[in-house]
């Protein structure tokens, strides 16, 4: 194992119920003025609003209404929620909602508490944050990000066509609560793609050095067949709480910085996602879905031991008389092979991207991310996006 230092500062509420059961005392420990931030208004429809808003009325807090944050949340919106959280003397933010909703409440807690451009100082760059931001607590409505237990807020500045993340650890949330009975009413498709998203995550940080054995890529194997099976499960049956609640936990492992312990990651496929949403505001987990096996087919002959362990343990096939080179491509089509059998999208086509200049910028904007198996440079990402079309 490599050295690391671990803190993970987010209290986690786990199960069917624990709103209902915790939300009202845990609040008490904080201000009186909560800004309650949700997005487009899928929790008015489940009844999900109505148990947050019992809770706060029941721990006598004043209700500030911060609606509609969008998926991808913009830089312009984060602003929004700041101006919003000095006007009414905002105490505690509790975001209620998915990775969009998450990310934007974190972005919120820190422009809230600096005097300068959010964007230029902790986005644009990484920053050091020598300030307190305001203090925020999460309930989950769907499953994918991981959000709920790290620091990490991706914000999309329309103008300057740049969506980037950031993780800061005094942004993580004080506490999280999961009911995995909140994300039944979350419709297939974005089940699906978030559960691809979990995947995404454990796959770039299992695709990247140390090499030799260690405890992340054991933990990282166990929650990928978790995730590959519970999707299927949830696929058969979308009221399946059992599959629900091991891919609502799966979710949060995969980004709680466990896994990553040691590792060096990679996410470069995130990286040219990011950026695809920037010029598209396409579906994060959908675009993740079509970028990595083209993305892994590029990079594969790099990282042979660890693309034959993929095919080895988690898609459980057999060498077969199969050269190291052969088993480690029949890990990437299985891959693949999975994405089609889930119902995501293959090819950029199907997200209605066909435009080969705009994946040129695309592209020329994205970064190249250090820990990659492969050198990459802006030419083989270009081919990569140009191969996904
Ligand atoms: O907007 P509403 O009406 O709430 O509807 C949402 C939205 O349309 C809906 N939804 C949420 N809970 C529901 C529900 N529908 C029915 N029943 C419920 N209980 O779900 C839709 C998607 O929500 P969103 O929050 O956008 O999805 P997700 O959680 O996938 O978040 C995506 C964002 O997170 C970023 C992505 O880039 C993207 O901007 N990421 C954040 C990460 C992090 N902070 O660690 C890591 C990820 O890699 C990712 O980049
Ligand atoms: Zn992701």
Redesign the pocket.
């Known amino acids: 194992m490599n050295n690391f230092i671990f803190e993970n500062d987010t209290k986690v509420y786990f199960g069917k119920g624990c709103v209902k059961e915790y939300l009202s005392s845990v609040l008490s420990h904080y201000g009186k003025t909560v800004m309650l931030a ?9 009844g ?1 609003y109505d148990e947050i808003v019992e809770a706060l009325t029941a721990a006598e807090k004043t209700v500030v209404e911060f609606a ?6 913009t830089y312009a919106k984060v602003l929004e929620g700041a101006a919003r959280v000095r006007e009414k003397g905002v105490d505690f933010i509790l975001g209620v ?7 934007c409440c ?1 972005a919120v807690s820190l422009a809230a508490r600096y005097e300068g451009d959010i964007w230029n100082d902790f986005w644009e760059r990484a920053g050091i944050v020598d300030l307190e931001p305001l203090p925020l607590g999460f309930v989950v ?7 709920e237990c ?1 620091g ?5 500045n329309e103008e300057r066509k740049i ?1 980037t ?1 950031r ?1 800061y650890p005094a942004c993580n949330a004080k506490f999280a609560m999961l009911d995995p009975v ?6 297939l498709r ?1 089940t699906v ?2 559960g691809f ?1 979990i995947l ?2 454990i796959m770039e940080t299992y695709f990247s050095e140390p090499n030799e054995d260690n405890v992340s890529d054991n933990i990282s194997e166990a929650l990928m067949k978790s995730v590959i099976h519970n999707l299927r499960e949830v696929i058969k049956n979308p009221k399946d709480y059992t599959a629900r609640s091991n891919l609502m936990w799966a979710a949060t492992m995969a ?1 709680n910085r466990i896994i990553k312990l040691g590792k060096r990651c990679d ?1 470069q496929c ?1 990286q040219m ?2 950026q695809l ?1 920037a010029y598209t505001d396409c ?3 959908e675009g ?1 879905a079509v970028l990595h096996p083209v993305y892994y087919r590029h990079i594969y002959k790099d990282g042979l031991p660890k693309f034959i362990r993929f095919a080895e343990n988690v898609w459980n096939i057999p060498r077969e008389g199969m050269s190291d080179e052969e088993l480690a491509k029949s890990g990437v089509e299985s891959l693949a092979m999975f994405i089609a059998e889930i119902g995501l999208p293959t090819t950029l086509t199907e997200l209605g991207i066909t435009d080969e200049a705009l994946l040129g910028k695309v592209a020329d904007s994205c970064n190249i991310a250090p820990g990659s198996y492969k050198k990459m440079t802006a030419e083989e990402i270009r081919q990569i996006l140009k191969e996904s079309i």
């Open positions: 949700y997005g487009g208004g899928a929790i008015k429809k489940n999900i509609g944050i969008m998926a991808n949340p909602g998915g990775g969009s909703v998450m990310d974190k409505t769907v499953t994918g990000t991981g959000s790290n990490g807020a991706v914000i999309t969506k993340g993780d909140y994300t039944m009413t979350v419709p974005q793609s978030g998203d995404s995550h980004e996410f995130h996602e990011h949403g579906n994060h987990g993740l």
